[in-house]
């Protein structure tokens, strides 16, 4: 049996001027050309984004970097994180974003998109993520309700990774919180043809 091939190399390159220093990917391989370059664009968006949420004293000692979740069946998702530190605050503050592409068409994804229309992938999430928290004992600021439109995610090896910010639901000392779910316990309500449906099919 042939070795696994992911669909794309991801490079590593640092963007380091001064007391910065932010580690971000770059991809190449056999997709179309201007379909690596909409991603690698979309790449340095998302580190720039992460860039300007930081406060201005702290941007001149930024630190940046990602991790590869999902390289396979043509989809690409990608975590990134900046952690920067303001003179005289308690702590530092990070913050996280990730995307999700279909590396044969270009398209990147929302959490909506990965489901049926008009499923109530809504509710199926939100009583996971209530079970998660009642079972690892997390405490939020205030009590769950739902997830957001636009709710922050990735794909990790075969599950969808819902994850909120710092201060977001719980305490600076939680962390971020994530809540992975099984693809095959979302089977009834994802897109069989989308990044969901895929990972959820054995084989390359």
Not at 3 to 18: C, D, E, H, N
Request: hydrophobic share 35%.
């Amino acid at each position: 049996m042939d070795s696994f091939q992911p669909p794309v190399l991801v490079r590593t390159l640092t963007y380091a001027p001064g007391n910065i220093k932010i580690y971000y990917p770059q991809i190449e391989g056999k997709i179309d050309p201007r379909i690596e370059q909409q991603v690698n664009r979309r790449i340095v968006q998302i580190n720039e984004q992460l860039a300007n949420y930081q406060n201005p004293e702290a941007r001149p000692g930024m630190y940046g970097e990602f991790a590869v979740k999902t390289n396979e069946k043509n989809i690409l998702s990608i975590g990134f994180l900046n952690f920067a530190y303001t003179p005289m605050a308690a702590h530092g503050m990070t913050y996280i974003k990730s995307e999700t592409w279909d590396l044969s068409t270009g398209k990147t994804y929302q959490l909506k998109d990965l489901f049926k229309p008009g499923s109530n992938y809504a509710e199926v999430i939100n009583r996971h993520i209530k079970e998660q928290l009642k079972a690892r004992q997390i405490d939020t600021l205030e009590p769950f309700k739902s997830i957001r439109p636009g709710q922050d995610f990735y794909i990790a090896d075969k599950s969808l990774v819902i994850y909120f910010q710092l201060y977001e639901i719980t305490a600076y000392v939680f962390g971020f919180p994530m809540f992975p779910i099984s693809v095959f316990d979302l089977q009834d309500i994802i897109d069989e043809n989308g990044p969901l449906g895929k990972m959820a099919v054995n084989g390359l």
